[in-house]
Nanobody, 115 residues
Framework: QVQLVESGGGLVQPGGSLRLSCAASRSIFSLSAMGWYRQAPGKERELVATITAGGMTNYADSVKGRFTISGDNAKNTVYLQMNSLKPEDTAVYYC?????????WGQGTQVTVSS
């Protein structure tokens, strides 16, 4: 079992920055991978970024160069630093943890990019 608690969402103007945090209930070293997904109204949930236990990262094309995923093993926490935010980044962002063969999800945190 893995419990995930997200924080850091909010309202930001276009061009601004936010950092999301996802605290896991177990060592992130013990997980196959962790990641961030997002779901905008009327759209399917989509991958934003992932990081493996070995530190390999993967990003959606739409966020490459703007978002950075990282992990702090001492705090069992994964972060998503989001810079140069655009209105189209508005969505509920969900933290995901893979402990094969299962997937675990956080409750989601709202990110709204608007002037």
């Amino acid at each position: 079992q893995v419990q995930l608690v997200e924080s850091g969402g909010g309202l930001v103007q276009p061009g601004g920055s936010l950092r999301l945090s996802c605290a896991a209930s177990r060592s992130i070293f013990s997980l196959s991978a962790m990641g961030w997904y997002r779901q905008a109204p009327g759209k399917e949930r989509e991958l934003v970024a992932t990081i493996t236990a070995g530190g390999m990262t993967n990003y959606a094309d739409s966020v490459k160069g703007r978002f950075t995923i990282s992990g702090d093993n001492a705090k069992n926490t994964v972060y998503l630093q989001m810079n140069s935010l655009k209105p189209e980044d508005t969505a509920v962002y969900y933290c995901n943890a893979k402990l094969r063969p299962l997937n675990y999800w956080g409750q989601g945190t709202q990110v709204t990019v608007s002037s």
